[in-house]
């Protein structure tokens, strides 16, 4: 009788721990229904970084733009090249239409107006000592005004003359009057340039209207009973299209009260054609000792 109460007995008590655990573990089977419910309503996917190999959960609908990597197909976007130097000197309020090149220009005026007080500023600048000068003798050399002997009155003086279009291109230069016929200066592309200079009483720089155009004429009178004249006709300064040149001399050198003959480019000429030629010439020159 008592080995069946034991039994029986142990048999309440394991019942009762059995009881006990199913119990305590009554709501899991609900929570797991939940959240299967979730995943379904919000699934997800899976997305592995190549870089970092590791997996990042992203919703669905989540913007691509917040991925922290770029995939191997992604290509930084070229932005377009617009560097360069630009002169805004008024007048162009849009500029996108001269981005192709690689130095912008924006205009101010005529290029006329603009090149013409160009050459002029560049004079003024000279004769105010502000900027040298190329040297006419020498291309590797400059010079300033107060390098020279102005205003003295000594024979060697150099002084301010005037502005004339000595070389035909519709520009002024500037004379220097001076030893044998001074200096004559141009104006171009930023700089002042000697382009002409008396060198001697065999090269005395002079200038001439001759056939509806500007000459520079060189004269050489050194020697009695023989002269000789070169001319020079420019458009633009760097720019010589003709020369000429012309002379008499002694037929007996020996005898300086002796005839003479007349040439005009090397060929013969009469006296008369001679003297047409040369009255022309010396009619119209201006000297600019």
Not at 79 to 84: F, I, N, R, T
Not at 277 to 288: C, G, K, P
Request: charged share 25%; proline share 3%; net charge negative.
């Amino acid at each position: 009788m008592k080995r069946r109460l034991a039994i029986l007995l142990a048999g309440c008590l394991v019942f009762l721990l059995v009881a006990c655990s199913f119990g305590g573990n009554s709501e899991q089977p609900s929570q797991m229904q939940e959240t299967t419910q979730e995943q379904e309503q919000n699934p997800i996917q899976v997305i592995t970084s190549p870089e970092s190999n590791e997996t990042e959960q992203v919703e669905e609908g989540q913007e691509q733009t917040e991925m922290p990597f770029q995939t191997a197909d992604t290509k930084p976007v070229e932005k377009a090249d617009v560097s360069g130097i630009y002169t805004d000197k008024q007048g162009t309020p849009d500029a996108d239409e001269f981005l192709d090149a690689d130095v912008y220009f924006f205009a101010d005026g005529a290029p006329e107006e603009q090149s013409e007080m160009k050459a002029d500023e560049l004079i003024d600048l000279f004769i105010s000592g502000s900027i040298n000068a190329v040297d006419p003798t020498d291309s590797t050399s400059t010079f300033y005004i107060t390098d020279l002997n102005m205003d003295s009155e000594e024979w060697d003086a150099y002084s301010v003359g005037e502005k004339i279009d000595l070389d035909n291109d519709g520009e002024n230069e500037l004379i220097l009057n001076g030893p044998y016929g001074g200096i004559y200066l141009d104006a171009r592309d930023g700089q002042v340039y000697g382009f002409a200079a008396g060198e001697g009483y065999g090269f005395t720089l002079s200038y001439t209207y001759f056939k509806g155009a500007i000459w520079i004429l060189y004269s050489n009178r050194m020697h009695q009973g023989y002269e000789s004249y070169h001319m020079e006709l420019f458009e633009g300064a760097d720019n010589l299209v003709a020369e000429m040149n012309f002379n008499e001399e002694l037929i007996d050198e020996d005898n300086v009260e002796g005839p003479e003959k007349y040439y005009l480019n090397g060929t013969e000429i009469t006296y008369d054609e001679y003297l047409e030629l040369s009255n022309e010439i010396f009619d119209a020159q201006v000297t600019t000792n």
